[in-house]
């Protein structure tokens, strides 16, 4: 009987590990403000970010707001 206790114990927080190995994107900026921009330029500007989370971080998509 315990070490049926003892297994179910630990399948309980293997799954929890399991749930909380996330991964969770931090940037330093979520908007910039290009101002007035000139016909015919090409303004650039870098989003800079972290995977502050414990699992790895997968970008399968980007798009503009």
Do not use: R, W
């Not at 979520?30 to 502050?52: A, L, M, R």
């Amino acid at each position: 009987m315990f070490k049926k206790f003892t297994f179910t114990m630990f399948l309980i927080t293997a799954f929890c590990a399991a749930l909380s190995a996330q991964p969770k994107i931090m940037f330093s900026e979520t908007e910039y403000d290009f101002g007035s921009v000139p016909p015919n330029t090409q303004e650039v500007h870098v989003f800079e970010f972290i995977n502050k989370g414990t699992s790895t971080l997968h970008i399968k998509d980007i798009k503009a707001g």
